[in-house]
């Protein structure tokens, strides 16, 4: 979507090592930010989100970093397995509504 | 729970012809929306709905129609369908109409000749 930006668009890492993929929004006034995996052929689905009242949140493997100055929040995924081979998209909020656009998405490979 | 459950999963129409994506959830959630995913383009939003008898656009909603009758339900209607229209396409819902998880259904690849 036209409001949020999301780099890199591939990525492939060797396993155990890290990624990290990161997004822009322009809207200053988004405070919630999730982040979607979608693996080959399936539906996407949540893997961790982040509010505006907080930098930083972990969920074992994965974080999500904030920085609501520069308007740009960050996953990470620490020691990646095959299985972490998947499209991951950010998203952020437009008005008021669960309105959330989308980026574009970043497909990230983890070699064996 | 079914979730949320799409139907068709596959279909192609001849330019010009309508047709009716199913979309139904069992979880009582308030806000229902559609999507369409083309390569490189993410998720884009066509239409939403907060609740029954209330539906909005979204970034992308010409040439689409929705209607919201039952909190169930929320159809996607193409009028005449077009080759741009050729995509997947996605239902979510969500428990309440504030920022949450969306619950995306299996999705709909549709063709257009």
């Known amino acids: 979507g036209e409001n949020v930006e999301q780099h890199p668009s591939t990525l492939s890492v060797q396993e155990g090592d890290s990624a990290v993929i990161k997004c822009t929004y322009s809207?200053?006034?988004?405070?919630?930010f999730p982040w979607y995996k979608q693996e080959l052929g399936k539906r996407p689905q949540l893997i961790i989100d982040?509010?505006?009242?907080?930098g930083e949140k972990k969920d074992q493997r994965i974080a999500v970093t904030l920085n609501k100055t520069a308007k740009h929040f960050s996953l990470h995924i620490t020691e990646t397995q095959p299985e972490d081979s998947a499209v991951y998209f950010c998203?952020?909020?437009?008005?008021?509504?669960?309105?959330?656009?989308f980026g574009a998405g970043t497909r990230l490979t983890v070699k064996p | 729970n079914a979730g949320v459950t799409q139907t068709p999963k596959f279909q192609v129409l001849k330019t010009g012809q309508s047709m009716t994506l199913q979309c139904a959830q069992d979880m009582n959630h308030e806000y229902m929306s559609w999507y369409r995913q083309d390569p490189g383009m993410g998720l884009r939003l066509i239409h939403y709905?907060?609740?029954?008898?209330?539906?909005d656009q979204g970034e992308v909603p010409n040439g689409y129609n929705v209607s919201r009758s039952t909190t169930e339900d929320f159809p996607l209607r193409l009028l005449s369908a077009a080759p741009s229209q050729t995509s997947v396409y996605f239902c979510?819902?969500?428990?309440?109409?504030?920022?949450?998880?969306?619950?995306f259904g299996e999705g709909s690849r549709l063709t257009v000749l």
């Open positions: 709905s907060v609740g029954a008898g209330i539906t």
């Open positions: 982040i509010r505006s009242n907080v």
């Open positions: 809207d200053s006034a988004s405070n919630y």
């Open positions: 998203a952020a909020p437009k008005g008021d509504n669960n309105d959330m656009r």
């Open positions: 979510a819902s969500s428990y309440s109409r504030d920022y949450g998880e969306l619950f």
